[in-house]
């Protein structure tokens, strides 16, 4: 079957991955290249990958006369694998992708143009996946850290920031298209100003993008190293009700000698203190967490410590990651745990979080609800991150109150009750 002749955007990954596809979608339309197809690569685990290639070929059987783009951190990563497929004509890095000469160009230039990310890291192009009522908008990239199961820093390069202008120029742009809420990403985000002149700190962007633009009626952020989380933050925190009650952690496990040997900066008592003083200064706040099951050297002891977090820390949403050991990483070198294992713990882990987060739920029923409608004009996100049902229709990108009345599948189920502000 030959599809049409449009650009098609296929994206692996995180949200800057997909706040990054919305760009390439403007600049290959803004090349005049239509019958063509990019595919933005995650290089987090080895299953990305795989979908990724399964994903290029398929798109080769349905499109024979596109031109395929393959780009993202895989391919930034290992250009020369990517460049040996038959399917891919032209192989990105993940600089090169965000130049507009590089399209224009596009096919009299190189099979790969891959470039030392290292070297030329381009400044966050402020990228924006927008919803008509949410935005992701990138304002962070890259990474200074080396965690030792992490090849991000290898896809992404070292940490860049946009600067505070920037950001609210971007802002106000979307505000003004009727975005009712920006959710802030990027890689480590926390790390946002550690390279812009006197070092501000993220509790300094977010102070003054609140200040600056003061129509924006809610601000979430992305996931939070919790060894960068300090008192200026909590106390911003626990004032600015525009920054929205729900805090995602890169928390990862919770055994010491596993983050050690992970190499992350938090000890499990620091990543609980911390949940503990953000909950003290917001009480009405979520929480959630990124944990890998299975990581190497882990026993049953050391798993059970990660295990038991997501009850003393009280997570509401816990993202799990089965380890998967990444070429070129220290921890690929480390004893591996077995498969099944990996398997079996992030099991445990699943039934564990889909429990928490049913609880969580189930606390929301008999209390209303501030959601931002979604795109769908039924569904709607709450503003600790509960996803909403609405009992009928509101125009999307609204504020508008519910009363929370029960569970529907996975969500809440709401009343609609009154529009709050368009
Ligand atoms: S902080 Fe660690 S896990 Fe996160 S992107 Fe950087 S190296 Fe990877």
Known sequence: ????????????????????????RRLADGAG??????????????????????????LRRERPSATIVVTGCAAQIDPAAYTALLEADRVLGNAEKLDPAVWRSLAQGPRQRVG??????????????????????EVQQGCDHRCTFCVIPYGRGNSRSATLDEVVERARTLVRAGVSEIVLTGVDLVSWG????????????????????PALPRLRLSSLDPAALDGVFVRLFATE????????????????????????????????????????????????????????????????????LIDEAGLDFVHVFPFSPRAGTPAAQMRPVAPAVVQARAGRLRDAAARAQAAFLARQVGQPASI?????GRRGIAENFAPVILDRPAPPGTIVTAWIHGLERDALAGT???AAAA
């Open 194 to 213: 550690r390279d812009l002149p006197g070092s501000p700190a993220l509790a300094d962007l977010l102070a003054g993008l609140l200040h600056d633009v």
């Open 416 to 418: 609609l009750l009154a």
């Open 33 to 58: 290249l239509t019958d063509i197809a990019v595919v933005n690569t995650c290089a987090v685990t080895a299953e990305a990958e795989r979908q990724a290639r399964q994903a290029i070929r398929r």
């Open 241 to 308: 009700k525009r920054l929205m009650p729900h805090i995602h952690l890169s928390l990862q496990a919770g055994d010491d000698l596993i983050l050690k040997r992970m190499k992350r900066r938090h000890s499990r008592a620091q990543g609980l203190e911390i949940v503990a003083r953000l909950r003290a200064a917001r009480p009405e706040a979520s929480f959630g967490a990124d944990l890998i099951a299975g990581f190497p050297t882990e026993d049953e002891a050391m798993f059970s410590r990660s295990l038991a």
């Open 116 to 137: 030392d990310i290292m070297c030329i890291a381009p400044r966050p192009t402020l990228a924006v996946s927008e919803q008509r009522s949410r935005a992701f908008l």
């Open 1 to 24: 079957m030959n599809r049409p002749a449009e650009p098609e955007l296929i994206t692996f990954g995180c949200r800057l991955n997909a706040a990054e596809s919305e760009t390439l």
């Open 372 to 376: 931002v409608v979604e795109r769908s």
